[in-house]
C-alpha cells in the first residue's frame, strides 16, 4: 500500500496540519488548527474519506477547525483526556488569553498510551508524550511520527505554560530517543526531520544521550 502526506501550514501561529491518505483514498488529518476551509478544500479536491481526526493536544493552534471538519465530514476526533477541556470548553483555559477564540467540540474517543488505531493495512500507534501539556501524545503510522508540540527539527515544545511539565518532557523525550532511526518527524510547527538527524544534533536529545553515557561510564 502507497501512502501521501499534504502538509497544511495554517491559522495565526502557522501550524502544521497533515493529512495522511491511501491508494484507496482514506485518510486521516492530524492537528487542523485552523483555516477551515483551506483543509476541507484540500480533502475534498483530493476525494478522500476522512476516518479520524487525530490531536496530539489541545492548543487552540492545533484545534481551532476540528468543530468545522467534524460537522463537514463526521469524522470522530482523538485526543487524550487531560487536554479534553481545551477542546470542549475553550473559553474556560487559555485560548482567551491569546485574544482568539476557537469553536468547541466534542471529542469522541479519548488516547491512551499504547492504544493503536486501525488504518488501512496497518495500525496508528499512540505514544503518550506529556510535557508541552499533560495530554500531550504523538502518533506513530509506519515510519512517520506525527509530533505535535513534543519534539521539533532541533528543539523541542515549550514546558513553560500552566499545564506543562518540564520534568514530564524530559520522560517523553528519552521514549521518543528510542524509536528507529529512519523515522521521519512531523512536528507541529516548523520542518520536518527524521531521528537519526536529531539524536545527532538537537541539543535536548543529545544531553539526554550524555547524560546516560556518563552513568555507564560511572
Known sequence: MQYKIMKLVVGEL????????DENKDAFVVDPGGSSENIIDAIEKNNLNIK??????????????VAA????????VYLHKNDREFLENPREVRESAFGLQIEAAKVDVFVKDGDE??????????IASPGHTIGSVCYLFKDYLFAGDT????????????ESDHSLMIESLKRLKELDDEIYVLSGHGPESQMSYEK?????LRSLWLKLNVKMKL
Do not use: W
Open 14 to 21: 502557522q501550524e502544521n496540519c497533515f493529512i495522511l491518505f
Open 52 to 65: 479520524y481526526i487525530l490531536l496530539t493536544h489541545g492548543h487552540f493552534d492545533h484545534v481551532g477547525a
Open 69 to 76: 471538519l467534524k460537522e463537514k465530514f463526521k469524522a470522530p
Open 117 to 126: 488505531i486501525p488504518f488501512s493495512d496497518d495500525k496508528i500507534k499512540v
Open 151 to 162: 519534539l521539533f527539527n532541533g528543539s523541542i515544545g515549550r514546558t513553560d505554560f500552566p
Open 200 to 204: 545527532m544534533s538537537n541539543p535536548y
